[in-house]
């Protein structure tokens, strides 16, 4: 019993860092209809920036600022020199960009960095809380961290003009641009939007992982899962499905698949939801008029 | 034109039939009077770069001894290419070596994967794949890749020195066993099994991991759980840090070995913070360049100066840089027992009789030793135990 209950922890700790890569994806998601493959990697880079400045001698808070900062400029300038050029090309080759944005930014961030692992401070106690043997400061800060970024995400999307430009200009770009929305600027903020949580979620997964080149890539894959199960464009849903792919993915590799199969939990959902119940527990059915 | 070949070909029957004129020079390609040419490839790119500077000291290496006169007079002409640790981008550089720049030899091509993807191409060639840069098992195996050799101790002899000293130590351990998924794993797990032999049941739980899981915090619970007392850790650095960490972290105090693949202070013990790594146990066989026992050793010495002045930009606490100067020092030694005859044969059948060779960087005591049937240049190791600062070598020099 005690064993189950300490890998459910344990569990939980892992789904906080999936649920906080698959609120990035849900966040491009909203803002462009697309999902970012380069997203994982982009968050990476981030945080190897953000690790620079601590490096540098900056104090924790203020890195993690200047990151977020740089994180948001790095997304819009993406969507603007890289995304903007193909926006009406097929979906094909926008994935093509998208993974190309992964390799370019993963093998230079290896070439600057190396790909020697690093450590990368976490800004809560080296103590676990309560004396407690099943989950770290840092885990249960980053869940916290992650709860909060959805509070924020759900304000900023349902009460403020610009939250609602940006869902509209995402949905409906043509009606969009009639009322008055420049549909070009949302979704380049999207980008920015996007990247920067992707970057805090780096910041929170970097001291679990270690930073390196590939933190990102197991993650990404565990987060696309959390995503559509919990529904691609509901952020609440995909910290639950974050939590929940977490969960089954640690107690059906100790007790009843094995190990080797841990991967194979998150792809079957992957499959099983995309076929079953294509918007995800949570997310909306959209039904078009033809 | 006919009336010419005719005394030509009498003249070299007449040569051939005269061994004196050829018995004192024989080459292949890729080697003359003035030049031994030696091919290798690195991957001074990608996700193992960190390993390039092997490639580079090994260069640094050649240029002094050409400096200091060649071998028996000729040159080494060394060619290295990077291959960013991709086994298809080898097959094409090694090509190129053998085809192309018609080496004599491959020597310390790196990865196992890599190697694994030249393996048969070079015995097919008759060409050596010699002292390569991985501790699998499979590369002594010269009954059926005849022209393939490592150099460092491999998995399965390290993982037996582990279970000997366990069963002399913990005769009633319990014993739990992370491993990579993979061949590498599999390879030390295998090892470890032999090396315990009827008391293979003592281990009572063993899981794997696959690279592209996020943590293994989950399998260091599952191993917890099972009430074991030991610990053998065989896992790449990020996950070795990851696993000493949450081991520590658990409150979880078994012995604990972790393989010497992750023995690393810097890259390893460090991120996983030095307070929750003392106690852990290793093996060496080559001395660190951190640990001030060598100070003054006549062999590190001699290290700290060629650093110094043939590779000034390497680093001088990277342990790869002292394995690329002891591997290549075993080179040279073949290279110089062959003579004059320098023939593929004949440098693969040199290579099989090195005797108690040892090279400047081996710590005391371990000595290569090859026969025609045992292509296992290192066979011999030495426990060490991390006391927070750094690995202290304890007990007697292990294995053959």
Known sequence: ?290 | MKRMLVPAAALLCAALASPAAFAQKKYDPGATDTEIKVGNTNPYSGPASAYGTIGKTIGAYFKMINEQGGINGRKINYISYDDGYSPPKTVEMVRKLVEQDQVLLVFQPLGTPSNTAIHKYMNSKKVPQLFVATGATKWNDPKNHPWTMGWQPNYQTEARIYAQHILKTKPNAKIAVLYQNDDYGKDYLKGFKDGLGAKASLIVKEVSYEVTDPTVDSQIVQLQSSGADVFFNITTPKFAAQAIRKAYDTGWKPLHYVNNVSASVGSVLTPAGLEKSVGLITTQYGKDPTDPTWKDDPGMKKWAEFMKKYYPEGSLIDASNVYGYGVAQTLVQVLKQAGDNLTRENVMKQAASLKNFETDTGLPGIKLNTTADDYAPIESVQLSRFDGKTWVRFGEVMGK
């Open chain 1, 1 to 290: 019993m005690e064993a189950f209950l300490h890998q459910v922890l344990a569990g939980l700790a892992t789904g906080g860092i999936y649920a906080s890569v698959a609120l990035a994806l849900v966040m491009i998601y909203q803002a462009t209809h697309h999902l970012n493959f380069a997203q994982g990697e982009m968050a990476m880079f981030s945080t190897y920036i953000a690790w620079s400045l601590i490096s540098a001698g900056l104090p924790y808070w203020a890195a993690f600022a200047l990151t977020v900062v740089f994180a948001f400029i790095l997304g819009v300038v993406i969507e603007r020199v890289v995304i903007r050029p193909v926006e009406n090309a097929p979906v094909l080759a926008v994935v093509v960009v998208f993974i190309a944005l992964l390799v370019i930014l993963n093998s230079v961030t290896g070439w600057i960095y190396t790909y020697t692992i690093k450590t990368f401070p976490s800004p809560f106690p080296a103590q676990p809380l309560f004396g407690n043997k099943y989950v770290s400061s840092h885990e249960l800060g980053a869940i916290g961290v992650t709860l909060a970024v959805l509070l924020l995400l759900y304000g900023f999307f349902r009460y403020t003009p610009l939250g609602l430009a940006m869902r509209a200009a995402a949905q409906n770009p043509d009606s969009s641009r009639l009322v008055g929305i420049r549909v070009g600027w949302m979704l380049a903020l999207g980008w920015g939007l996007a990247a920067a949580i992707g970057s805090v979620a780096g910041m929170m997964v970097a001291p679990i992982v270690y930073l390196d080149p590939n933190m990102m890539g197991g993650i990404l894959l565990y987060a696309f899962a959390a995503a559509l199960v919990g529904g691609i464009d509901n952020p609440g849903g995909a910290v639950f499905g974050g939590f929940l792919v977490g969960v089954l993915e640690n107690v059906l590799g100790a007790f009843v698949i094995g190990n080797e199969l841990k991967l194979a939990v998150a792809l079957v959902l992957i499959i099983g939801v995309l076929v079953v119940r294509p918007s995800g527990f949570f997310g909306k059915v959209y039904v078009t008029r033809v």
